[in-house]
């Protein structure tokens, strides 16, 4: 990665020193300098840890290094850590703050290379992502691939799935059968479930109904928010939902 710095280091160093160090340092070529020169200290017996590691991938993907940040978790994988899963959740959600959704999927493709499994936040994190993106036939496809699995269906993903629809007139209907059935199968619909409801009968022009749900809302003690109006088409998929 960078060039190695001159430190002086103690006699004894540790990873928290070296975490003290990266932290402190707000340059982030400087930081890197300072972790590699940690690394040359491994032949007097110092190693990085999880939290040195973590702390520089952190600043790589801030800084949208992405790739040096999976070369970081090549070195981890190649130094025997365990990789878990709050590190690839990490680099999904910065690949999606730059819109590279396609990204996002190949890095969870990867995983399982790592001998990390992903968990349902994982597939749940992903699926959000591709909605967000607007991926919607990626992201039907997905969450296909998610049921077929045996992933659960859980208020969270059924309210991702409910964003989708809510994303085209044409689908809202199917937004609200979904909205209604949830009860019926044991999911309680919560905040964020009305407020993506409310939010695309906002963005569509379906004001009347908006303001039904609001009510509705603030009758069940949900917390209540703004919404915009905007539109994107789609076209819905047929799967099952439930299982």
């Known amino acids: 990665m960078g060039t190695k710095s001159m430190i002086k280091w103690p006699k004894q160093i540790t990873a928290p020193l070296v975490e003290q ?3 402190a340092e707000k340059d982030l070529e400087k930081a890197i ?4 020169a940690a690394t040359a200290e491994y032949t007097n017996g110092f190693r990085h840890d999880h939290t040195t590691f973590g702390l520089m991938i952190t600043r790589l993907l801030s800084a949208n290094k992405f790739m040096l940040a999976e070369d970081m978790i090549d070195r981890m994988k190649h130094e025997k850590f365990k990789i878990t899963e709050d590190i690839f959740l990490s680099i999904y959600r910065a690949y999606a703050r730059v819109h590279k959704p396609n990204d996002v999927i190949r890095v969870f493709r990867k995983t399982k290379d790592y001998e990390c499994e992903p968990s349902a936040k994982s597939y749940v994190t992903v699926f959000s992502i591709l909605v967000d993106e607007s991926q919607l036939k990626m992201a039907f496809k997905f969450y296909r691939y998610m049921r077929q699995i045996g992933i659960p269906a859980s208020v969270p993903s059924l309210n991702v799935f409910i964003k989708a629809l809510c ?3 044409g689908t809202m209907d ?3 059968r ?3 059935e949830m009860p019926k199968r044991g999911y309680t619909p919560d905040s964020y479930t009305y407020g993506t409801l409310i939010n695309g009968l906002c963005r ?3 004001i009347r109904e908006a ?3 609001l009510i509705e809302m603030e009758a069940n003690d949900c917390f209540t928010y703004c919404c915009n109006l905007f539109v994107v088409d789609t076209r819905p998929l047929p799967i099952e939902l439930f299982g």
């Open 167 to 169: 994303k085209s007139n």
């Open 21 to 23: 160090l990266i932290r």
């Open 211 to 213: 303001k039904e749900l």
């Open 174 to 176: 199917a937004a609200f």
């Open 204 to 206: 569509v022009g379906r």
């Open 33 to 36: 300098c300072i972790f590699d």
């Open 178 to 180: 979904i909205f209604h």
